[in-house]
């Protein structure tokens, strides 16, 4: 896996409490979710605008991927200093889903959010078919530990409790 291509896919997030204020039921604040790129002419119902890249970009509410879809992970300091990264590999059916949502989404925005916190964005610059998605910064010490407690770090059978 090269870089460019971590990079370009990776993204974002990571917790057991992670799903998106933008996705899933209202004042829902917790958990890992994955956000594509929408179009300006969507309903305006259906997405949020967030400043990515320098300008306003518009995003699906509805996330592709949430912590559901994570089979295990494997945390990392960020390269910034400020807290933590993570590498997530997704379960099969998540796995061949990323591979057709990236396929079918190249040149355009993939948004992580933590716990409701919009935290990084990539531009998907080819299909990814390893079924491994990377946040590269914004990960706090106490969502780690949290995670650990709901999904096994790579190569483990079972969470750390």
């Known amino acids: 896996m090269t870089l460019p291509r971590l990079f370009a896919i990776a993204v974002l997030s990571l ?27 969507d309903n305006p119902k259906m997405v949020f605008q967030q400043n990515t890249g320098g300008r306003q970009v518009v995003y699906r509410r509805v996330p592709d991927f949430t912590t559901k879809d994570i089979a295990a992970f494997n945390p990392f300091p960020s390269q910034d200093g400020q807290g933590y990264g993570a590498v997530l590999q997704l379960k099969p059916a998540a796995k061949n889903r990323l591979a ?25 610059d080819k299909e990814v078919t390893d079924g491994y998605l990377v946040i590269w910064k914004g990960i706090g010490a106490a969502e ?13 059978s079972k969470p750390r409790r």
């Open 100 to 124: 057709a949502i990236t396929n079918a989404n190249v040149n355009r925005w993939m948004l992580a959010i933590v716990n409701g916190r919009n935290i990084d964005a990539v531009l998907i």
């Open 144 to 156: 780690i530990d949290a995670f650990d407690k709901e999904v096994p770090r790579i190569g483990e």
């Open 15 to 41: 917790c057991p409490g992670l799903t998106a204020q933008a996705g899933g039921k209202k004042g829902e604040n917790s958990g890992i979710s994955f956000h594509i790129q929408g179009d300006p002419s």
